[in-house]
């Protein structure tokens, strides 16, 4: 069965784990639009992603 070699220290321990930090989404304004969205995603506003319509919104069909 494995053992470890010695004992690892507990600064050895948390700096290891001092990098396990949660980061906030990255938000880009919506270049047709201008609202805020996250960014790689369809705009939930427009319907837009790289400069072209991906999705159709309720309220679209509504008028329609």
Known sequence: ??????????????SRRANWKLQAPSIVACPHCKKM???HRVCKFCG???GRK????????KSS
Do not use: F, H, N, Q
């Open 1 to 14: 069965m494995a053992l470890p070699k010695g004992k690892v220290s507990k600064a050895r321990t948390r």
């Open 54 to 61: 991906v999705i159709k919104l309720d309220d679209e069909k």
């Open 48 to 50: 837009y992603y790289d």
């Open 37 to 39: 969205r996250l960014a």
